[in-house]
């Protein structure tokens, strides 16, 4: 402990690392369970709600979310989709 009463940084950096190590190497088997018995869109179209909300678990538990950021940042999201995709589609 610092004197301030918190944890070093390196030790505050740990727990993440640890939990991005144990979602990153349990990602491939279950992408090859899942892709074996779905198609593999379909699969992904499943499982991005699941990354939708660690992702804002995540800004939640930093400090850097909210509805005020988020409701900032949907109308540009969209526009740059819309764009994007009109660009692929010719």
Known sequence: MTAAGT???LARAVIPIVVLTLV???NW???KIGVSELPPLTFRGLTLPFAAV???LVA???GAGGRRALHRDVPATCEEGARD???RAG
């Open 85 to 87: 995709g009109a660009a």
């Open 7 to 9: 944890a070093p940084p």
């Open 29 to 31: 088997p279950i992408l």
């Open 60 to 62: 939640r538990c930093s």
């Open 24 to 26: 990153w190497g349990c």
């Open 54 to 56: 660690g992702m804002l």
